[in-house]
């Protein structure tokens, strides 16, 4: 279709193009690059392009808080009674299912101590129906950006076959803008459970008696004490970034644009939040080392055995005291790249 100030002609798109001569369609100028100001409040381009791969970085995120909730429990000696798939099937939420099934695999041949309460926290104990809901969610949010991906967001949209133009919204990109919140959403629970396990592996009172702030020489050393401040600082920022893009329409170009959904902003934080996520996923690693260098019990299942193995290899023990950054970064390459997705 040419459109020209007075009338409009049907033709296909090069004689169109060559018609409209090297500067100027239908009286307009051509624009000289893509319509970057709108990425910012609607379009589903930008939003699409940040959310896929913050979907595919939360998934890999569940993985990782498994394997590291399958070795917690092993390294606190705790029972796995909590990981029975009837228990989740009763529940009626399927995602919980398969979380549970997952967690059973991470734990075949582990070796509860006996030793533990019959209840353990609900950082250890509901970890397959946190981590459940936060694969429901994340299955939400793939098939919503899948279909944004696979779908046209084009204004206006021409059907030649039906002989019609249609002046629509299809860029507006409010389906992933919801999404990539409860995704940001998600991802921060994530992050609060990582940090619960953390702070659970440090006390002494709950940890199985290891050394507080697993220090190799308590008073004398800080041991973890640095990594854990600064884990809870990135979790506090992260339910600070957490609070919903979607809703926050305020109206624009001359109110043409009266409501839009930010959907590129929802996304691109998700994204920033699965980089925190894997910092805190790292922290707890590095936490679950030292423990075993300080008398913890080693993973007696096979999968968890191959974890530590790795982390044992990349990190040092903290004996004696050094900036850890770089070792929370290792630790966080060693277990991301063992997570699988999916």
Same mark, same amino acid.
């Given at each position: 279709?040419r ?11 090069l ?10 369609? +239908?009286?307009?100028?051509?624009? @000289? ?11 589903t381009?930008?939003t699409?392009? $940040? ?5 595919a970085?939360? +998934? ?8 590291l909730?399958? /070795?917690? %429990? ?17 529940s ?23 030793? @533990? ?13 946190l ?11 793939? $098939? ?8 046209? +967001?084009? #204004? &206006?949209? =021409?059907f ?11 860029? /507006?990109g409010?389906?992933?803008? =919801?999404?990539?919140?409860?995704? #940001? ?14 702070d /659970? ?13 697993? !220090? $190799?020489r308590?008073?004398?050393? +800080? ?11 990135? %979790?506090?920022?992260?339910?600070r ?11 624009? #170009?001359m109110h #043409?644009?009266?409501?839009?959904p =930010?959907?590129?902003?929802?996304? /691109?934080?998700? =994204? ?6 894997? !910092?805190v ?10 423990? %075993?260098?300080?008398?913890? &019990?080693?993973?007696?299942s ?28 290792r630790?966080?390459?060693? %277990?991301?790249?063992? $997570?699988?997705?999916?």
């Open positions: 279709m459109w020209t100030r007075t009338a409009q002609q049907r033709a296909d798109g004689t169109a193009v060559h018609a409209a001569g090297s500067g100027e369609i +239908s009286g307009i100028r051509r624009r @000289r690059g893509p319509p970057v100001a709108h990425g910012l409040v609607n379009g381009s930008l699409s392009a $940040a959310a896929g791969p913050a979907v970085g939360a +998934s890999r995120a569940i993985d990782v808080a498994l394997r909730s399958a /070795l917690l %429990v092993e390294i606190l000696g705790a029972g796995t009674d909590f990981d029975d798939v009837d228990l989740l099937a009763a009626g939420h399927q995602p919980g299912i398969v979380v549970v099934t997952r967690l059973r695999e991470l734990l075949d041949g582990a070796r509860p101590t006996g030793q @533990r309460r019959l209840q353990e926290p609900y950082s250890v104990r509901c970890v397959p129906q981590v459940g809901g936060v694969r429901a969610t994340v299955d939400h949010v793939d $098939a919503e950006v899948s279909a944004d991906l696979n779908g046209v +967001s084009d #204004n &206006p949209m =021409f030649p076959e039906l002989d019609k133009v249609v002046h629509g919204g299809n860029f /507006l409010q389906p992933v803008a =919801f999404a990539a919140d409860a995704l #940001n959403t998600a991802t921060v629970q994530l992050a609060n459970l990582a940090e619960r396990q953390l /659970l592996l440090m006390d002494p009172h709950r940890n199985g008696s290891l050394p507080p702030l697993l !220090c $190799a308590p008073g004398a050393q +800080s041991g973890m004490t640095g990594v854990n401040i600064v884990t809870t600082a990135i %979790v506090a920022h992260m339910r970034m957490a609070t919903p893009a979607s809703i926050q329409s305020i109206p624009t #170009n #043409n644009q009266d409501v839009v =930010f959907g590129s902003q929802a996304a /691109l934080e998700a =994204f920033r939040q699965v980089k925190r996520l894997r !910092c996923h790292g922290a707890l690693a590095l936490g679950l080392r030292q423990a %075993v260098y300080l008398g913890a &019990p080693g993973p007696a096979r999968e968890g055995r191959a974890v530590m193995d790795r982390l044992c290899r990349a990190l040092r023990p903290i004996d004696p005291d050094r900036p850890l950054d770089g070792d929370v970064r630790s966080a390459d060693v %277990v991301y790249g063992e $997570a699988t997705v999916g």
